[in-house]
């Protein structure tokens, strides 16, 4: 069973940083894509950004790109978001997230609070 916890998460003021970590345990990391997800209070859950496996191709949501930074370490079975810049509409659970594919993926964590204020 892969297991998925998140961490990093808090509160900070608009243009401020953050970075979310998730740590993976179970099946073969190095085999999956990893990604981010959030959900808001009231909105659908939604993508923000997915790593290959080699952590060469990666992915983002267009109102992050130049923002927020996913990155890995397979050695550790890491993956990492970095956000900068942050804004009050970046507010939401974060979610780690095991090969997503669209809204869904096959293993999730538990989620991460991330609160920015104005």
């Known amino acids: 069973q892969v297991q998925l916890v998140e961490s990093g998460g808090g509160l900070v003021q608009a243009g401020g940083s953050l970075t979310l970590s998730c740590a993976v345990s179970?099946?073969?990391?190095?085999?999956?894509?990893m990604g981010w997800f959030r959900q808001a209070p009231r909105k659908e859950r939604e993508f923000v950004a997915a790593?290959?496996?080699?952590?060469?191709?990666?992915y983002y949501k267009d109102s992050v790109k130049g923002r927020f930074t996913i990155s890995r370490d397979n050695a550790k079975n890491m993956v990492y978001l970095q956000m900068n810049s942050l804004k009050p509409e970046d507010t939401a659970v974060y979610y780690c997230?095991?090969?997503?594919?669209?809204?869904?993926?096959?293993?999730w964590g538990q989620g991460t609070q991330v609160t920015v204020s104005s």
């Open positions: 997230a095991v090969n997503p594919n669209a809204d869904q993926a096959d293993y």
């Open positions: 179970g099946g073969r990391f190095s085999n999956f894509v």
């Open positions: 790593i290959n496996w080699d952590g060469v191709g990666t």
